[in-house]
């Protein structure tokens, strides 16, 4: 068998060739990995950004659905006081037929979600990063208020139902309206800041496909039937 000795190298000028060699040899592997390694990232923070702006532009559109039933809900405000205030010492009250409730709207965050767990979100700009979570901090504050306004609306609505209210029952609802009238508030003022705040960001057109109730802003005076047939509500109110 024939061995093959390392050639020995024939004096410094030479090493120093064979290592250069070497060396630049593995720092264009590193550089090239590092590049390959760079258009991943970019490609996923590319990804990321696009699918959270989307999800945004959604979420906008719903809080728009919810803007244009204002007027309905402040109109709805002053016809549940006024009964209040009417209410006589005997508990007798006037009747509603119908009192309603705004829509909840179930905003989404799964996308924000998993990109920030995944460690996608961190591949954006900080600034980018930041002025996204502050978007999705106001959005879940919007999302528990209207959730916990529906059992406000659930409260209010036995006056549908009671022919007398004592005053500690008009008191207690009294208590509810006011609930009522805060969190619409807060939602209001919120969705002004998150449409404020992100109109500079140029979000896609989003549009909101879902089934719109327009339970609040059905007549106070009209029968249950008539409330669920003028709400327009494909899968009935409570």
């Keep these: 068998m024939d061995l093959h000795k390392p050639r020995p190298w024939h ?8 290592y250069l060699i070497i060396v630049v040899g593995v720092l264009t592997a590193l ?3 590092q590049a390959v390694e760079k258009l991943r990232e970019r490609a996923a923070a590319g990804e990321a950004r ?5 999800e945004l532009a959604l979420n906008l559109a719903y809080l728009r659905s919810r803007g244009a039933l204002e007027s309905c809900l402040e109109r709805r405000f002053g016809e549940v006081q006024a009964i209040l205030d009417q209410a006589k010492p005997d508990g007798g ?13 179930s905003l989404e965050t799964m996308r924000w979600d998993a990109a920030a767990q995944s460690g996608r979100a961190a591949l954006l700009p900080p600034d980018e990063t930041a002025h996204y979570s502050s978007l999705y901090t106001q959005l879940r504050i919007a999302a528990a208020e209207m959730a916990t306004e529906q059992g406000d609306w659930a409260r209010l609505r036995t006056l549908e139902t009671q022919p007398r209210l004592p005053p500690q029952g008009v008191y207690d609802l009294g208590l509810v309206l006011n609930d009522a009238r805060y969190r619409a508030w807060r939602i209001a003022l919120i969705t002004r800041q998150e449409l404020d705040e992100a109109g500079p960001m140029g979000l896609p057109q989003a549009t909101n496909g879902n089934p719109l109730s327009q339970s609040i802003c059905v007549p106070i005076s009209a029968s249950r039937a008539e409330g669920e047939r003028l709400s327009r509500f494909p899968f009935g109110e409570p």
């Design 11 to 18: 004096g410094v000028r030479e090493f120093l060739k064979e």
């Design 50 to 54: 696009e699918a959270i702006r989307r």
């Design 93 to 105: 009250l006037p009747r509603p037929g119908w009192v309603g409730r705004p829509q909840y709207w």
């Design 31 to 33: 550089a090239a990995e």
